[in-house]
């Protein structure tokens, strides 16, 4: 079984209610999985190919599930951990899901609600840790 990643995203952009807790959240919960902010401006920020900026009276924060790679079973425990502490809420603590074997998560809901699932597919190889894109 072989699992293809990096084709079919861009980018996700979510709408926060409140967005310099919803930054400290994910620059949090992503630290613990080595990525960092890319860029951010006023009322906005971008981690990799996660976009985010602060809903206003036209539009509402956004309801989505999104799920991050770990790299091993700890990673997802000290994701949560994180998530909580950063002001997250329990939706599902670290445990072997259903899913397919070797299915590790957890899930927290962030400050606007989303939510936000840390997963490890078991023991694998990559055949890289990144796609890298160069604009010509």
């Known amino acids: ?25 994910y620059e949090t919960v992503l630290g613990v999985l080595g990525i960092s902010v890319t860029a951010k401006g006023e009322g906005w920020f971008q981690i990799d190919e996660l976009f985010v900026d602060a809903a206003d009276a036209r539009t509402v924060p956004t309801h989505v599930h999104l799920a991050f790679q770990a790299r091993d079973r700890e990673t997802v425990d000290a994701f949560y951990q994180a998530a909580l502490s950063a002001g997250g809420t329990d939706n599902g603590a670290p445990g072997e899901r259903h899913y397919h074997p070797g299915y ?26 990144s796609i890298v894109i160069e604009p010509l």
Not at 6 to 13: A, E, F, M, T
Not at 108 to 129: K, T, W
């Open 1 to 25: 079984m072989q699992f293809h990643t990096g084709r079919l995203i861009d980018h996700v952009h979510l709408r926060a209610r409140n967005v310099t807790n919803t930054r400290y959240f």
């Open 104 to 129: 590790y998560a957890c899930f927290v809901l962030d400050p606007d609600g989303n939510n936000i699932e840390a997963v490890f597919h078991g023991p694998n190889r990559r055949s890289a840790p």
